[in-house]
């Protein structure tokens, strides 16, 4: 019977880590596996308590600060940037007129639907200017000549 509670608390707090991805639930998850295979084995309650608190503690000592490292963005770590994190601080080129509302640039050979990060800019097909930030599948854009001075905008969520 013993197992079978450290079984479903391991499940339970599984699905929890699920709506949460904090990755700190989980933890707990393995120190109940744990102590479901310590209930198994036929040890009493305090020692099943016992493997649960050390292998959560354990896991969270251990496991946590290297899931942190590995989270970090690529500009934390000093490390390659990929993905969205490469294309904030590029450059563009404008393809069709950008607006507050739409337009179309090219960055890296990718198209890309773009707005003006200042909304009252806008640019010309032709033009280059240098992406400040990403949100969703929408560039969004500041002069080029503006952002190579080194004064690149306050990105604002």
Known sequence: MDAVFWVVLGVVLAVAEIFTTTLFLIMFSVGAFAAAGAAALGAPTGIQALVFAVVSALTVAVARPAIRRHARSAEESGDQAFGVEAIEGSTALVLERVDADQGLVKIGGELWS?????????????????????????????????????ELPEARG
């Open 114 to 150: 773009a707005r003006s990060f200042d909304a009252t800019q806008s640019f010309v097909p032709g033009r280059r200017v240098r992406v400040i930030k990403v949100q969703g599948a929408t560039a969004l854009v500041w002069d080029d000549d503006v952002s190579t001075s080194g």
